[in-house]
């Protein structure tokens, strides 16, 4: 299918190749299939025959690209439908599409935060939302992971120290698979009268009320909520959902929205497509269900350290090394499961972190557990 020839001294950082359901392995012209347990797609919808359609039509009538920025030639209807119809599903007054969710996250920390103002967020938030706390210019207050003990404490301590707070956090994290207490998190924050940042990413489509997240049950008590469309939606793209005056606010001063080509029409058409399916169906109850499954069966082993609340599952290993070698221990079982190390997470905590997948059957957990059990 492939004929690549890679040196062999770049073959360790080369070796791996994903394309969706099979991953290909490439010692030269060797090809090995491995079962993908890495991939965001979480309910196989990058695959859908109906959303590739809705994505290729789109494309044929409109271009592949946007080839501007909204404010010049990129917007097309197909973009303001998808945010009308994500603002009514998650019950907000405005959603703007970005081409990436790194891109978003720094938007939306510059829009609520500046060099006047204290960020107080969890410790594990997502390098992307970092990076937008350094570009805003506040000050950075980190509290304990899912500890709203400890942001309670950091909130009294500076909340009378800067001219605006605002609190990151994630409703689910993509390495630690953690759920955040978001109703702690919230009445704390309006004790405090605190913005409050909620990046929903890998909760959107499963967790929560008909897969809507953690904030649709508490729709007007989130300042901003970050959402992609490369994970459950099976696309690309990403969005920032908020109330009418902010969205403006987004949309006269930010730079990351205004500065950049708009995401491509047909990414946009297929993730409108995946919205349309995620709402009528329940495929995140599904898969809730068969991720404890797989959590109870790998706990049942008796060898292994597991966290994760949902479809994120990180199998803790510890030392760098050893994690390495489990990794390659599971492609040669068949499976690509790969090593997450420092600085993604924090040093003797590497793991090998594995995601729950609709698509997945009994013969794949099945396999799995046999490789656990084997692995010495």
């Not at 995620?278 to 068969?290: A, M, P, Q, T, V």
Request: aromatic fraction near 8%; include cysteine.
């Amino acid at each position: 299918m492939f004929n690549i020839k890679i040196p062999q001294n770049r073959l360790r950082k080369l070796r791996t190749f994903g394309l969706g359901k099979k991953v290909f392995e490439f010692t030269n012209d060797k090809e090995t299939n491995l079962i993908d347990l890495c991939s965001n797609d979480y309910f196989g919808l990058s695959r859908d025959k109906d959303i590739i359609k809705a994505a290729y039509e789109t494309s044929l009538s409109q271009g592949l690209g946007s080839g501007s920025s909204r404010f010049i030639s990129g917007t097309r209807e197909v973009h303001q439908l998808l945010e009308n119809e994500l603002a009514e599903w998650l019950n907000q007054d405005k959603v703007l599409l970005f081409p990436s969710g790194y891109q978003a996250n720094i938007a939306a920390v510059q829009a609520l935060a500046n060099r006047k103002s204290i960020v107080i967020a969890d410790k594990l938030i997502h390098n992307s939302l970092l990076t937008g706390v350094r570009a805003s210019g506040a000050k950075l207050i980190r509290f304990l992971h899912n500890n709203p003990r400890d942001l309670k404490l950091k909130l009294s301590n500076f909340s009378n120290k800067a001219k605006s707070i605002l609190v990151i956090v994630e409703s689910l994290y993509s390495m630690e698979g953690t759920l955040a207490p978001l109703k702690e998190i919230i009445s704390i924050c309006q004790e405090y009268k605190a913005e409050l940042l909620v990046d929903e990413a890998h909760a959107l489509g499963i967790a929560g009320t008909d897969g809507k997240g953690l904030c649709n049950e508490f729709p007007k008590s989130v300042t901003m909520i970050s959402g992609t469309l490369g994970k459950s939606f099976g696309s690309g793209g990403a969005f920032l959902a908020c109330k009418e005056v902010l969205g403006e606010k987004l949309i006269q001063n930010s730079d990351p929205f205004r500065y950049t080509t708009a995401l491509s029409p047909s990414l946009t058409a297929g993730a409108l497509k995946a919205l349309e399916k995620i709402k009528y169906s329940n495929w995140g109850l599904e898969l809730l269900d068969l991720s404890k499954k797989w959590r109870d069966e790998i706990i049942k082993i008796g060898k292994f350290k597991v966290q994760g609340d949902c479809h994120i599952l990180s199998i803790i290993i510890g030392d760098e090394n050893e994690t390495l070698r489990f990794q390659e221990y599971l492609e040669k079982k068949g499976f690509l499961a790969i090593a997450i190390r420092p600085p993604t997470v924090q040093i003797g905590k590497s793991r090998i972190r594995i995601t729950i997948r609709k698509t997945f059957n009994q013969e794949i957990l099945n396999k799995f557990i046999e490789a656990l059990k084997s692995y010495k």
